[in-house]
């Protein structure tokens, strides 16, 4: 009779342990399908401008865009925009419209051609948002004015950490990019091993401050 209760208490022993191990791998698994995804500078960079973030992209082309940006070129158009109507046109209107673009040094309208044509199509999206963007006081309306934070992302960011209680602010800055807000915060908090540590994050938003999707930042 001894040896029977043994061998049961072994068995209930055995399956809570199993259970324990089950849950805890469940648990770990949920945690991880909620973290941010980690991205690549280049990735970043094509988030953080509006542009399809699976764009099969090089080194060289990642620098001419930047080359672009840095001279203005499409301060007025913006690169997409300039893509959709350009891929529209016909001589001689396409020839006008690219009169309409202040040029890097070094670079002429036959290169900013070639630059919508093939470098921007892989970039943008097949169509334009038609969605009104909202206006800048609309938009700072959705940022804590205590703060600067964006409630809505600090939210998510809480729900993905062990101990949300340690969450502290550091500073938020956004961008809008016409289609939806690029919105990236600072923030620290505890971590498994007790310390505290400082992440960044990078968020697509749209404008009535929902979180599409969070990055973080490699």
């Known amino acids: 009779m001894k040896q029977i209760l043994i061998f049961l ?4 022993s055995f399956s809570c342990n199993q259970n324990e191990q089950q849950n805890k791998k469940e648990e770990a698994s949920e945690q991880k399908n909620n973290e941010p995804e980690t991205v690549n500078s280049v990735k970043l960079f094509l988030i953080k401008n509006g542009f399809k973030e ?3 992209i090089s080194e060289v082309q990642i620098e001419e865009i930047k080359e672009f940006l840095e001279a203005g070129t499409f301060d007025e158009i913006p690169i997409c925009q300039a893509f959709y109507d350009f891929s529209k046109m ?3 209107e396409a020839s006008a419209y690219l009169k ?15 630059f919508l044509n093939f470098t921007a199509r892989k970039l943008c999206f097949q169509y334009p948002t038609t969605k009104k ?5 609309e938009i700072e309306s959705l940022f804590s004015s205590y703060n600067g934070s964006l409630p809505s ?6 729900k993905q950490m062990k101990y949300p209680d340690s969450f502290e602010h550091i500073e938020t ?8 807000l690029i919105v990236e915060m600072k923030y620290s908090g505890i971590n498994s ?13 749209d404008f009535d401050g929902n979180v599409i999707r969070i990055y973080k930042n490699e």
């Open 90 to 92: 016909k001589e001689p």
């Open 54 to 56: 699976d764009a099969d």
């Open 193 to 205: 091993f007790n310390t505290r540590v400082i992440q960044e994050v990078t968020a697509t938003v």
């Open 173 to 180: 800055s956004y961008s809008n990019i016409k289609s939806k």
């Open 133 to 137: 963007p909202k206006t800048k006081e």
């Open 153 to 158: 992302l600090v939210q998510e960011i809480k």
């Open 100 to 114: 309409k673009f202040k040029l890097p040094k070094g670079k002429d309208r036959d290169i900013l051609s070639v």
């Open 9 to 12: 208490i072994a068995i209930i």
